[in-house]
């Protein structure tokens, strides 16, 4: 079973930029399809963006053309570059197999103040 940790996460103006990473510390992720999650306070998990094990990428609507994500296979690593952040970006941000598997990690909070 892939075990996940996410990192990078943090407090940052409106219209800044963090770069979160998730790291396979067991299994490996290379021949896998990923997904950014994100959950906000009091609302559902919803996908961010999800990678084929190839590189093909899918964004949702609320964040395409400010958020990126890639893959480095060689160090078994999903990013996700955050640009222009806003405060609706806020939420804990997770990542996971695509589609999801039932384990999730700690995630890793995002926090956009205004």
């Known amino acids: 079973q892939v075990q996940l940790v996410e990192s990078g996460g943090g407090l940052v103006q409106a219209g800044g930029s963090l770069r979160l990473s998730c790291t396979a510390s067991?299994?490996?992720?290379?021949?896998?399809?990923m997904g950014w999650y994100r959950q906000a306070l009091g609302k559902q998990r919803e996908l961010v963006a999800r990678?084929?094990?190839?590189?093909?990428?899918v964004h949702a609507d609320p964040v395409k053309g400010r958020f990126t994500i890639s893959r480095d296979n060689n160090k078994n690593t999903v990013y996700l570059q955050m640009n222009s952040l806003k405060p609706e970006d806020t939420a804990l941000y997770f990542c996971?197999?695509?589609?999801?598997?039932?384990?999730w990690g700690q995630g890793t909070q995002v926090t956009v103040s205004s």
């Open positions: 996971n197999t695509f589609p999801a598997s039932s384990t």
């Open positions: 067991s299994g490996v992720i290379r021949w896998r399809a």
């Open positions: 990678i084929s094990s190839v590189g093909v990428t």
